[in-house]
């Protein structure tokens, strides 16, 4: 584990709740939000063995945003001090904000998960009200709520009786009718 990540699990531990998810991942709810806490390195030209500290939070899924949506989005870009809207590969709103691991301070770290999740959770039910979608809080509970599949073993094979086996019709054909009493074949 990096200097950098050991930093930020102490930091992280101060302000409550979180769950290290591997080395460099960190996941904190906050409200109705999920904030991820992810660790990278700082890839320059010059190796500086520095790190960046990603603070994102899912906002809503499965969204059809319009231009009066992503005009609002981008409003907010550029009147925030923290975080900033954009979309994921599989088209998720996102907030996210990034922090330089070397300068990295506890209030600085503990200030942006804060915000990054306010802000998740005060756009959430904004954002789906006027594109659709999930919160992605709301997904997750769904997903957790689902029963979960149950796959019966196999069942052992049953020892055929080869005269009765002849006599029983196989799936889906008719039974042959039994001669009535009297008549000959």
Same mark, same amino acid.
């Given at each position: 584990m990096t200097d950098v990540a050991i930093r930020v699990e102490a930091y992280l531990s101060a302000i409550g709740d979180f769950h290290r998810q591997g080395e460099d991942l960190?996941?904190?709810?906050? $409200? +109705? %939000?999920?904030? !991820?806490?992810?660790?990278?390195?700082?890839?320059?030209?010059?190796?500086?063995?520095?790190?960046?500290?990603?603070?994102?939070?899912?906002?809503?899924?499965?969204?059809?945003?319009?231009?009066?949506?992503?005009?609002?989005?981008?409003?907010?870009?550029? $009147? +925030? %001090?923290?975080? !900033?809207f954009g979309l994921d590969e599989e088209g998720a709103i996102t907030v996210h904000h990034s922090l330089l691991g070397s300068a990295l301070t506890q209030e600085e770290l503990q200030t942006t998960v804060v915000e990054i999740?306010?802000?998740a959770d005060d756009w959430d039910d904004v954002i789906v009200d006027l594109a659709g979608g999930q919160t992605a809080i709301g997904r997750l509970k769904e997903r957790a709520s689902r029963p979960k599949p149950t796959i019966d073993p196999p069942k052992a094979e049953e020892p055929v009786d080869e005269e009765s086996a002849a006599e029983e019709p196989a799936a889906g054909e008719p039974a042959a009718e039994e001669p009535a009493e009297g008549d000959s074949e």
């Open positions: 960190f996941l904190a709810k906050r $409200g +109705s %939000a999920v904030v !991820a806490i992810r660790i990278e390195a700082l890839e320059t030209e010059e190796d500086s063995g520095d790190h960046l500290v990603h603070v994102e939070a899912t906002v809503v899924v499965g969204s059809t945003p319009n231009v009066q949506v992503l005009t609002q989005l981008l409003e907010f870009n550029y $009147g +925030s %001090a923290f975080g !900033a999740a306010q802000i």
